[in-house]
């Protein structure tokens, strides 16, 4: 049974989201929001938000866009979507606890971070293994800690923790950063940064908390212990898209394909920000995309 019908349903709550919401609730549509967990998606944990002005932090931009969304009369449904059908000319939204109708749907489910996929790193979750350097680098004062990655997370989280840290080893598989210059230079004469070139983690290890990782050098494969009490990855992201139906093409890495117009393959599903094949990752291309794919829906359906 049909719990509500709206014109637009967005899943996903981070910035991409709200924002497409928010557009489409001002121009008259009746809209609601599903989101399985936190509203505001990986920017809550951004203390600094880079290239996008305005915005104090990742929290107060998805507070301020979720308290607006409210005032707009926007639905915000804190379930979990597990399908999405097409049902005689609109679509089916189903999720754990209910079914929900909608003329349109916005696919705004964002990514998480991926995993490093070694010995230790599920042991140690939120026991010295963390995603977030704003959120728990004060844990952290006067300790040794690990960041891994080479592009703009990784540096950015590296030089959030070198407030706090000891010593922050940046370990990187790579001889180059694909980060943006601003940030490479910051990091490259920040003190308590050290680089590790080349170099991958093989096991993180410890007693109740992290106490060290053993890393290995691609150049001659010695494999290195370092004494740390936290590790930090930033080696990419992986899209939140399982729930999209198997009509809808994906690319290598899973990102839901769209038209130039955000539209999927399946007529009516648009898809944007970070599940999106295509998506630059910055946030005022994310901000754009909201804004685009509203005003094409709004279009759309008022000619229907």
Request: proline fraction near 2%; include cysteine.
């Amino acid at each position: 049974m049909i719990q509500q019908t709206y014109d637009l349903i967005v899943i996903g709550e981070g910035v991409s989201g709200l924002a497409c919401a928010g557009h489409a609730a001002r121009a008259g549509l009746r809209v609601a929001t599903l989101e399985s967990s936190l509203f505001g998606g990986l920017v809550i944990n951004v203390n600094e938000l880079d290239g996008y002005p305005g915005a104090e932090s990742g929290t107060n931009l998805a507070s301020e866009l979720m308290q607006a969304n409210a005032e707009a009369g926007i639905a915000s449904i804190q379930e979990e979507v597990t399908a999405i059908r097409r049902d005689d000319g609109a679509f089916e939204i189903a999720t754990g606890a209910a079914r929900y109708a909608a003329r349109s749907v916005v696919i705004a489910s964002g990514a998480r971070l991926k995993r490093l996929g070694v010995p230790g790193e599920d042991e140690f979750e939120g026991r010295g293994v963390s995603r977030c350097a704003d959120c728990d680098g004060p844990m952290f004062q006067n300790e040794d800690v690990i960041v891994v990655g080479g592009g703009d997370s990784a540096l950015q989280e590296a030089l959030v923790l070198a407030k706090f840290s000891r010593k922050v080893h940046l370990v990187h598989r790579g001889g180059r950063f694909r980060a943006q210059r601003h940030f490479v230079e910051r990091v490259g004469t920040t003190p308590r940064i050290s680089i590790m070139w080349n170099t991958m983690v093989e096991v993180i290890s410890g007693g109740k908390m992290v106490e060290r990782v053993h890393v290995k050098h691609a150049g001659d494969g010695r494999v290195e212990e370092l004494s740390c009490a936290g590790v930090f990855a930033y080696v990419g992201l992986e899209p939140n898209a399982a729930f999209a139906p198997s009509a809808i093409a994906r690319d290598a890495g899973g990102h839901l394909v769209t038209n130039e117009a955000l539209e999927t393959a399946m007529a009516g599903v648009w898809a944007i920000g970070a599940v999106r094949a295509g998506y630059s990752g910055l946030l005022r291309d994310a901000a754009a995309e909201a804004r685009n794919a509203a005003e094409g829906i709004i279009k759309r359906l008022r000619l229907d």
